[in-house]
């Protein structure tokens, strides 16, 4: 479905263009989780070894994720280099034997679902809550379930037509009473902890990963290959993406963190 912001969008360049002096500063990458550290929906050995490395390398990973509070507390605990994060676009703080910390407003989660129900029985939207739901605090997420852009703009539509928000990301459909933005849940929790978002990377490779592009906020954006073919339903685009998709295209970020280009 074409958009018309197609003609006034600009490709990122490719991460073999990025001069090493943009790394000289770097000291966090703040990432996304599904479709950027994943292989088909998985973890592996090899992105393991790679948070070593740069955890060696002196660099602290933020995985800031769609995925819900209970999810993203273990990520903070047992992956390497990692001792805290954000969930759910944004809305939560989350580090090992704390309670989660609001970033964003407080939702009304239960206006939310009755949106979506309303979405199902009067639209036919077919939406699924997502398994993860029990562990959940402030974001109601449905499982995209294949569905194309074409039909997720549908869902957008009609959810705006009720006063709320959607946004996918590879394998969700998030509602939310505010626009998702996990650049601002991130600017948020780097100003509590005294961390300069001039030394932050942010990772991502889908629309829901908009927020950690927009311009401006911190020192590089960096999207997996995934971002190319769906740059018209971003927020904004990184600088640059790797050639890699997936975990492979971290990997490679990784690399040239670690070497420094």
Not at 21 to 49: F, H, N, W
Not at 121 to 146: I, N, P, S
């Amino acid at each position: 479905m074409p958009s018309p912001r197609d003609e006034q969008i600009r490709d990122p360049r490719p991460l073999t263009e990025l001069r090493p002096e943009r790394l000289a500063t770097l000291r966090v990458i703040a990432t996304d989780v599904d479709g950027t550290l994943t292989r088909a929906g998985k973890l592996g050995s090899d992105l393991l070894e790679a948070l070593a490395q740069l955890s060696a390398a002196g660099f602290r990973v933020i995985p800031i994720s769609g995925r819900p509070a209970g999810e993203v507390m273990g990520l903070c605990r047992y992956l390497p280099g990692v001792s805290f994060g954000v969930a759910e676009n944004g809305l939560l703080e989350i580090e090992p034997d704390h309670a989660p910390r609001w970033l964003g407003e407080v939702p009304d989660v239960e206006r939310l679902r009755v949106v979506g129900e309303h979405m199902n029985q009067a639209h036919g939207a077919g939406l699924r809550l997502t398994g993860d739901a029990f562990c959940r605090l402030g974001d109601v997420a449905y499982e995209r379930d294949g569905r194309d852009e074409t039909e997720l703009l549908r869902l957008r539509e009609l959810a705006e037509a009720e006063g709320v928000h959607l946004i996918w990301s590879n394998v969700h459909v998030h509602l939310a009473a505010q626009r998702p933005d996990k650049g601002a849940g991130l600017l948020r929790l780097l100003n509590q902890r005294g961390i300069d978002p001039l030394s932050v990377v942010t990772v991502g490779d889908a629309p829901n990963d908009g927020g950690l592009f927009e311009a401006d906020r911190f020192g590089l954006t960096v999207g997996t290959a995934d971002v190319v073919a769906q740059r018209r339903w971003f927020s904004a685009l990184p600088e640059f993406t790797t050639a890699e998709r997936e975990v492979d295209g971290f990997l490679a970020l990784s690399g040239w963190l670690c070497g420094r280009g």
